[in-house]
């Protein structure tokens, strides 16, 4: 399972520090960030209870020309969400 193709980019990712899509996207291309870290150092996305961490990751992903299937962000980022907020309906599958 991929995630859709387009995303609206004024929808916010990360809840906990209320940030769009657009600023996530905007911070990877402008830094060429490769590392969630990075992006949270950048705009804040990700420094709360983490559950954007699988978008940013895709997010970066897409900058970088990967192809990510969603089991493997899932798998790669799932044990690490604090509070399974926003993605919580990924979460029920894995
Ligand atoms: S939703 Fe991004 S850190 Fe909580």
């Known amino acids: 399972m991929n995630l859709?193709?387009?995303?609206?980019?004024?929808?916010?990712?990360?809840?906990c520090y209320?940030?769009?899509e657009g600023t996530i996207r905007r911070?990877?291309?402008e830094k060429d960030l490769t590392e969630i870290e990075s992006v949270t150092e950048a705009c804040d996305a990700g420094g709360g209870c983490h559950s954007c961490h699988?978008?940013?990751q895709f997010f970066i992903?897409?900058?970088e020309g990967k192809s990510t299937a969603m089991e493997d962000l899932v798998h790669n980022?799932?044990?690490?969400?604090k509070k399974k907020g926003i993605?919580?309906?990924f979460?029920?599958?894995y």
């Open 87 to 89: 993605l919580s309906r």
């Open 4 to 15: 859709p193709p387009i995303i609206e980019t004024d929808e916010i990712i990360c809840q």
């Open 77 to 81: 980022h799932a044990q690490k969400v």
């Open 18 to 20: 209320q940030v769009t």
């Open 27 to 29: 911070a990877i291309a």
């Open 91 to 93: 979460f029920k599958k």
């Open 54 to 56: 699988i978008l940013i």
């Open 61 to 63: 992903d897409e900058h």
